[in-house]
T-cell receptor, first 113, second 114 residues
Framework: DAGITQSPRHKVTETGTPVTLRCHQT?????MYWYRQDPGHGLRLIHY???????DKGEVSDGYSVSRSKTEDFLLTLESATSSQTSVYFC????????????FGSGTRLTVV | DQQVKQNSPSLSVQEGRISILNCDYT??????FLWYKKYPAEGPTFLIS?????DKNEDGRFTVFLNKSAKHLSLHIVPSQPGDSAVYFC?????????????FGQGTRLTINP
């Protein structure tokens, strides 16, 4: 299947703890993205990367940070998890062309208790 | 503010009939429009897209129509099949600092009834 994997698939964590989600691609695509999916909101962009060490904020970036030290890996960190960050998180990759959009990973379901 | 809107949270259609999913957008700078399909516990998968310079794109049972004057996008599925039951997201693409960024609607849950 598409060369993008997310880990872990499911995680339950406590409020106030740090959490890191990992996205790994084998497609050598330049662009990588983190989205969250919530009922009534669709998918909203958290952060994206346009190259190694090059990242920028999306529309819902507060409380999140990212890092990309290698082309294939894009990490999303919740510095101090809150209940409002309970969500399904999707990573996506793109060559940068508009017609075919992104390829998404299978998602990480995160529950903050 | 919501730049891309899907006003129908759900749609139920009989098998074999046409399914029409709608989407509205506000930003005239979007250059591509896309539809994604999502099954439970899976990531969204690309279905079909259209450039902003076109008004129709067809791929098998799926056709996307773009009405730029109305800032409206629709997806037609003919004939509808049980496997089409899923959540459908429309998305609009804008290029910012070289990166293609997709803005998604809220999604419409399509149920195909036998």
């Amino acid at each position: 299947d598409a060369g993008i994997t997310q880990s872990p698939r499911h995680k339950v964590t406590e409020t106030g703890t740090p959490v890191t989600l990992r996205c790994h691609q084998t497609e050598n695509h330049r662009y990588m993205y983190w989205y969250r999916q919530d009922p009534g909101h669709g998918l909203r962009l958290i952060h994206y990367s346009y190259g190694v060490k090059d990242t920028d904020k999306g529309e819902v970036s507060d409380g999140y940070s990212v890092s990309r030290s290698k082309t294939e890996d894009f990490l999303l960190t919740l510095e101090s998890a809150t209940s409002s960050q309970t969500s399904v998180y999707f990573c996506a990759i793109s060559k940068g062309t508009g017609l075919y959009g992104y390829t998404f990973g299978s998602g990480t379901r995160l529950t903050v208790v | 503010d919501q730049q891309v809107k899907q006003n129908s949270p759900s749609l139920s259609v009989q098998e074999g009939r046409i399914s029409i999913l709608n989407c509205d957008y506000t930003n005239s700078m979007f250059d591509y429009f896309l539809w994604y399909k999502k099954y439970p516990a899976e990531g969204p998968t690309f279905l079909i897209s259209i450039s902003s310079i076109k008004d129709k794109n067809e791929d098998g049972r799926f056709t996307v129509f773009l009405n730029k004057s109305a800032k409206h996008l629709s997806l037609h599925i003919v004939p509808s099949q049980p496997g089409d039951s899923a959540v459908y997201f429309c998305a609009a693409s804008a290029r910012i600092q070289g990166a293609q960024k997709l803005v998604f609607g809220q999604g419409t849950r399509l149920t195909i009834n036998p």
